[in-house]
């Protein structure tokens, strides 16, 4: 083997005419026609200069060319670094200085927007629209269909994600290509996944959920995957009917279960729910399989480990839970003190360590060291306990994080922002409950003596800085923050505070 991620998830499609991308408009494309596809890019990429171990930073509409550019970067021995769609400016060109990445690949809306964060950087750009066009598909389009595959080991970095810190900017998690491998490979044997499965794929591609996960697998074992553009739900429920399982955060399941479209017939076909990237309310759960008859099946994971921990295929799928360790991932929990792993059922912070565990923050040691420890163990910052039948629960986050639909917000890049605008004196920003997108970031102010903050003006500063994922909901100015005797502010006090306040009824 020369590469094995590109061999085991791309090469091993050689020459097959079977059906992998089935398109909302009806097109199909095969694992052949994929593959020439990313020989095309990969050509592109390599024509353009680029060479094994350079990073290639894209922020694209999810479409096949945007997959085909992940298959590409494997087989040039490129490192893949997508990015979230919603990024302003200002957040991408952290990104692509903090990588140094050789090449930019952006919708052609924002190449305007880039070309000069590209400029600075001596970095190239090149364009590819949602709908294939643009200037690298353009220097593809005349490229022989085939790649000699670059030789790479299974130490060698396939991607960087992005991923935010309680303190200070992202850090660039570097994964290897066993970390993929390894953990495609046990999630689709946990999971039953075989070439007969036809995934409803309407998970974005530029995080672990939809890019790793959903895509891996589904690569790995040779089924086929309806790759909707985004999570839409009419054309879910328009789809349904031709998949046999899905993935998805737990949005994806409240929407659905918010329409009565989506009955027991309609379900009743498929094989597999699969939730995660955000805690399924038990309520759902129990909802969800009093509607089809269908448990959803539950698990838990994260951009440096991929997953760690899954509900049984066969067995008890219990609710409020995430599962059991995957086989080869150790799962320990610990005294966030000490360090120490605490008594059976006790709460403490959750550890994991196997070949899914990533290398470490690009260019960053001591992030790297105080997260991972020498031993293997990465620290997750997530909050659990073990029963006594080896069923993990994940009660809380030791890291100061909001999810939203599935996307992370870490209040403290809010805050630093909120405290520098004009009257503020100081912010709080919390993750109150929102009925679809499970947590919400509210903003709280407090004003700088006699002056009264603009929230509106506020806003719109946040408007221009980040993603719009990432906007508070709602600004509030209060007199005072809640401190504890040593002067660390009470969020929990604030949660309790304002829990109900986007909850209807
Ligand atoms: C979109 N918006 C969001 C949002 N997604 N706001 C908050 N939270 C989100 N998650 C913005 C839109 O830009 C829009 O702004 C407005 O909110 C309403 O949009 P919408 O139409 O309701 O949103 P939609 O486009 O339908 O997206 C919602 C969603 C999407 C839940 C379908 O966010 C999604 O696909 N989430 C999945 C995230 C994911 O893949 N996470 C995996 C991370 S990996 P405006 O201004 O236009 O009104 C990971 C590891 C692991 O965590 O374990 O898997
Ligand atoms: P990310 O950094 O985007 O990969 O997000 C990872 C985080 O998502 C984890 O550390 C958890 O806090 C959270 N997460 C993922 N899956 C679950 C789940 N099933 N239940 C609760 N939290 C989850």
């Known amino acids: 083997m020369t590469n094995p991620l590109y061999d085991r998830l791309f090469g091993t499609h050689a020459g097959k005419e079977t059906p992998f991308l089935f398109l909302p408009d009806g097109q199909v494309i095969s694992h052949a026609g994929f593959l020439a ?35 590409a970067c494997a087989q040039a021995g490129l490192i893949f670094l997508p990015l979230n769609t919603a990024y302003t400016a200002d957040e991408l060109s952290y990104f692509i200085e903090n990588s140094g990445a050789a090449l930019i690949v952006c919708d052609g ?45 299974g130490d060698d970095l396939a991607a960087f994600l992005y991923t935010s810190g309680t303190t200070g900017r992202s850090k660039g998690a570097m994964l290897t290509q066993d970390n993929l491998l390894s953990n495609a490979e046990t999630l689709a044997r946990e999971w039953r996944f075989t070439a007969d499965d036809v995934l ?21 074992t040779g089924g086929g995957m309806i790759f909707l553009p985004k999570f839409d739900l009419d054309q879910v429920i328009a789809q349904m009917p031709r998949a046999t399982a899905m993935m998805g955060v737990p949005t994806f399941y409240t929407r659905l279960l918010g329409d009565a479209r989506f009955t027991r017939e309609l379900a009743q076909h498929m094989r597999l729910f699969v939730s995660g990237s955000a805690p399924l309310l038990a309520e759902t759960h129990v909802a969800f399989e009093e509607r089809t008859g269908h448990r959803i099946l539950e ?38 003190e000490s360090g120490e792993p605490l008594p059976q059922g006790e709460i403490g912070q959750i550890e994991v360590r196997g070949p899914n565990v990533f290398k470490g923050y690009w260019q960053m040691p001591e992030k790297t060291a105080a997260e991972l420890r020498a031993d293997g163990f990465f620290i997750t910052g997530d909050l659990g306990f073990v029963d006594p039948d080896g069923y993990v629960t994940i009660v809380g986050r030791g890291k100061d994080l909001i999810i939203s639909g599935g996307f992370n917000i870490y209040p403290k890049e809010l805050e630093l922002l909120l ?41 719109a500063q946040v408007q221009a800085s980040l993603a719009r994922f990432k906007h508070p909901r709602k600004l509030i100015v209060m007199d005072e923050l809640p401190r504890n ?12 505070q304002f829990k109900d306040m986007f909850l209807s009824g």
Do not use: C, W
Not at 307 to 315: I, R
Not at 485 to 496: A, E, P, S
């Open 200 to 220: 409803l794929h309407a998970l974005p591609i530029f995080h672990t959920h939809g890019l790793f996960v959903a895509t891996n697998i589904a690569l790995l």
């Open 299 to 336: 698990r838990y994971g994260m951009t440096e480990t991929n997953m760690n921990t899954s509900n049984p295929y066969d067995g008890d799928r219990r609710a409020g839970t995430v599962g059991f360790p995957l086989p080869g991932v150790e799962l320990k929990v610990t005294d966030p």
């Open 37 to 71: 596809l990313a020989a095309r890019l990969a050509h592109a990429a390599t024509d353009l200069g680029l060479k094994p171990g350079d990073r290639v930073a894209a922020q694209i509409e999810k479409s096949p060319e945007a997959l085909a550019l992940y298959a």
């Open 419 to 459: 405290d520098d605008q004009p009257g503020v004196l100081e912010s709080a920003v919390i993750g109150v409950p929102h009925p679809d997108f499970g947590e919400t970031p509210l903003g709280i102010l407090v004003a700088q003596p006699g002056k009264t903050p603009d929230t509106q003006a506020i806003m």
């Open 485 to 496: 005797t040593m002067g660390k502010v009470q969020k929990n006090i604030l949660r309790d």
């Open 109 to 153: 809306r924002s190449l305007e927007m880039l070309t000069p964060i590209a400029d600075g950087l001596g970095a190239r750009v090149e364009t590819l629209n949602a709908d294939g066009t643009g200037s690298l598909t353009a220097r593809a389009a005349g490229m022989p269909d085939t790649f000699a595959t670059v030789e790479r080991s």
